[in-house]
């Protein structure tokens, strides 16, 4: 590309090409991105809280709608700019495309020579650039088509490429106008770039920076993550209230970390009478920061959220809404610091271990949070229209009912009975949610991955837990069985309806004395033929002893004629076996033939076994390799934060259901691998938790757990149990490490004799060297 020259954009084509690509690169992704999706159609319920719930999510608050307003205005803005590019540049496309002189000139293909000339000057007239009706890009066309019908070279390259300049050639420019480089706008176009470049991005980059520096990965503040540290470390034994003081203590709900937070004058009033009516508040604590405002009033309107409370709708409740809102990424943070600690009390980085109850409590805030009920309620409070006075119905002593998975296995008629104080409609909408909570399948495999014994534990091995989670809905799983239930409930109708009549004709017969021997004599005709029954069993064994006696005795009296007649057998059998001598030789041959015939058989059957052995263990070392593939890929996406939504009324967004699963020894009240969050269960799933196996031998008991941040009752466990062997020893000695002494004199002999011998690449002056010190 020696010796090409470089051009400004002088038409502006190229500049418009440029344009329309940077138009389009940042317009996509932002209309992707800003512009609102469609309104997603979930389950509707018209209970009192989510119609309230699905009010303030369709009324945004007003700043969220401008900017949404703007981000809609500026995108249809740049559409429009785009739509008028690309028209200009299809008018560029033609013009080139589309080069005829005639048309241009406004003559015949038959006319003279005359007739264009006369044609040109006409135009050219009115298209001067120094004329008042100037175009200069329309008179360099007419100029051009002029030259193309009145040159002889640029009428024959016309007449041949169609192009008047020849055969169409690449030229390379720069798309950017050619007035940025001229003389008179140079102070302005440096005053630009230095503002961009040298102001604008310092700036904004300085900005961005002060401001992520804050926050950890997760978007929490790192002051709150000293704070989490610093109180874990000083309760190693933390139950679910101080839990929650811990949670409320957060610096994302203080005003000077966050200026999101709003403090008006009616918290004065409106506070005090809310924490009078709340009991163990615990305000007395004088504990930094616990008993500061921002965190009484956290607290507060935390305890008031558990407890169902209506608080007022304009100052306190849009407090509450807020710091509920930001509860679940402040929890998950908490778990995080509580599983750092007890990493490193474990290798003596610190010296309090916190204990599993801790961990175990940062946990269950989440979910109590987000159905808004305290740990000591009923998990079925989370059902739309079940209050505390409805409770009653779900105790009773033949079946009582505790969580929803007991309510949605009742047949159709116990459960309608137990929910006999709801409306048909609202029994409608309760059977809609049950049917929609998950039910978890959860399988768990352990072994010691990359080793030849993977089932074999021995102490300190990397023990890999693989927990497959497959998500079903509970309607999935007990509708085919609610079916069937109702079905045989409907033919068995009758009968059942029989069964009462008897038992109340048994109880009128009862104590009545005249039945009594009857029931006596019942029992009496009852009894005996289970006695004859075993008399004749006893008779039958009888018998078959004695037959058994006879036959001994039958075969040891003809063994006894057998030996008595046995000298005078001996000479016919010598006289038969010399006849037969032959005959058994011939006999002993082909039996051998047939024994070789199989096991010659029997060695390819083992063959084809251990053929089809080899064939199915490359197939499972393949799976294996192609499982650790897709782990990799998917590793390489990174964790998706889309499963399903929650029913939950009382939180104030739309949110997705998470679960935790982890190892721990429950004798010891230890954590045993970092709590692991599943944020993408849409179907199935699997997790796998690595640890140290014990360094002692003998046999360890664990659990595996599977909680959820979102539900109450659903969270699961699940036994293992480690064998643990004595650790091998680790070779010193290897044949493979060992060197015969002859391999060694081979080795010696090869090193002299190349010692000896001179090299190729040896030169004449090392040569002499050698021969004169001999």
């Known amino acids: 590309m020696a010796g090409m020259r470089f051009q400004y954009d002088e038409s502006g084509s190229t500049f418009f090409y440029f344009l329309t690509s940077f138009l389009g690169l940042v317009l996509l992704p932002c209309t992707f991105y800003f512009w609102p999706d469609g309104t997603k159609e979930e389950e509707r319920d018209n209970c009192e809280v989510f119609q309230r719930k699905q009010a303030r999510l369709k009324k945004p608050e007003k700043w969220k709608g401008l900017r949404k307003t703007t981000q809609r205005i500026l995108i249809i803005i740049g559409w429009a700019l785009m739509a008028i590019l690309v028209y200009k540049l299809q008018q560029f496309d033609y013009e080139y495309a589309n080069f005829d002189p005639y048309d241009i000139l406004g003559v015949s293909m038959s006319s003279s020579l005359a007739d264009i000339k006369k044609a040109y000057r006409k135009q050219s007239l009115i298209y001067h650039p120094d004329k008042p009706t100037g175009d200069e890009r329309k008179f360099m066309r007419l100029n051009k088509a002029y030259r193309a019908l009145t040159d002889e070279d640029a009428k024959r390259n016309f007449d041949r490429y169609g192009n008047p300049d020849g055969p169409g050639a690449m030229h390379f420019g720069i798309a950017l106008p050619s007035w940025i480089v001229e003389k008179e706008n140079s102070l302005w176009v440096l005053g630009l770039y230095g503002l961009v470049f040298m102001i604008a991005l310092p700036t904004v980059v300085a900005i961005w920076w002060y401001r992520s520096s804050k926050f950890s990965n997760d978007q929490v503040l790192l002051d709150t993550t000293q704070l989490y540290y610093y109180f874990f470390h000083k309760t190693p034994h933390m139950v679910f ?196 909570m998950p039910k978890i399948e959860m399988e768990v495999n352990y072994e010691v991955v990359d080793d030849d014994d993977s089932g074999v534990f021995t102490a300190g091995a990397i023990v890999t837990v693989t927990v497959n989670l497959r998500r079903h809905t509970m309607g999935e799983v007990y509708e085919h069985s609610l079916q069937e239930g109702e079905l045989t409930k409907v033919e068995g109708g009758q009968e059942k309806e029989e069964e009462p009549a008897a038992t109340t004709v048994a109880k009128k017969s009862g104590w009545k004395p005249k039945t009594q021997p009857k029931k006596g004599g019942k029992s009496k005709a009852k009894a005996q033929p289970q006695k004859k029954k075993q008399q004749q069993q006893q008779q039958q064994q009888q018998q078959q002893q004695h037959s058994n006696k006879k036959e001994e005795e039958g075969q040891e009296k003809s063994k006894k004629h057998k030996i008595a007649g046995g000298s005078q057998q001996v000479e016919r059998v010598e006289a038969v076996v010399d006849e037969k001598g032959e005959q058994v030789t011939d006999d002993d041959e082909s039996a051998s033939h047939s024994d070789e015939s199989q096991a010659e058989e029997a060695d390819t059957e083992s063959h084809k076994d251990e053929k089809q052995a080899s064939a199915l263990d490359d197939d499972a070392e393949w799976e294996r390799f192609q499982k650790g593939l897709t782990k990799r890929e998917k590793a390489l996406e990174g964790k998706s934060k889309m499963s399903h939504t929650v029913h939950c009324p009382f939180f104030p967004e739309d949110k997705q259901e998470y679960w935790w699963t982890y190892v721990c020894d429950r004798k010891k009240h230890m954590l045993v691998t970092a709590p692991y969050q599943i944020t993408n269960l849409v179907d199935q799933e699997e997790v796998q938790l690595k640890f140290t196996a014990p360094p002692r031998p003998g046999i360890y008991s664990y659990q595996v757990c599977l909680r959820s941040d979102s539900y109450l009752g659903l969270d699961q466990t699940q036994d293992i149990k480690l064998d643990v062997k004595e650790a091998r020893e680790i070779p010193t000695e290897h044949p493979q490490w060992e060197t015969s002494s002859d391999e060694e004199e081979e080795d010696e002999n090869e090193v002299a004799r190349d010692e000896g011998d001179d090299s190729e690449y040896t030169t004449d002056d090392e040569v002499t060297d050698d021969s004169g010190e001999e």
């Not at 200026?259 to 163990?280: G, H, M, Y």
């Not at 305290?374 to 989370?382: A, G, H, M, T, V």
């Open 241 to 436: 209230k101080r839990a929650l003081m811990v949670l409320a203590a957060s610096l994302e709900f203080e005003k000077g970390h966050n200026p999101e937070i709003v403090e008006r004058p009616t918290d004065n009033i409106e506070l005090p009478q809310l924490i009078k009516q709340l009991p163990n508040l615990g305000e007395k604590n004088k504990e930094r920061p616990l008993c500061f405002a921002y965190s009484m009033k956290a607290r507060s309107l935390l305890h008031a959220h558990l407890s169902r409370m209506r608080l007022p709708a304009d100052t306190l409740d849009q407090d509450r809404l807020y710091i509920v809102k930001c509860c679940p990424i402040l929890i998950q943070e908490m778990v995080t610091c509580v599983a750092q600690l007890i990493m490193l009390a474990h290798a003596g980085r610190i010296s309090r271990l916190p204990s599993l109850d801790t961990i175990e409590a940062c946990m269950k805030l989440s979910p109590h949070i987000v159905q808004a009920l305290w740990d000591s309620k009923n998990p079925l409070l989370q059902l739309p229209h079940v209050t505390e006075d409805s409770l009653r119905h779900f105790v009773s002593k033949r079946r009582p009912v505790k969580t929803i998975e007991q309510l949605i296995a009742l047949p159709a008629t116990e459960r309608r009975h137990v929910l006999r104080s709801l409306s048909e409609e609202e029994f409608n909408e309760v059977m809609i949610v049950c049917r929609r």
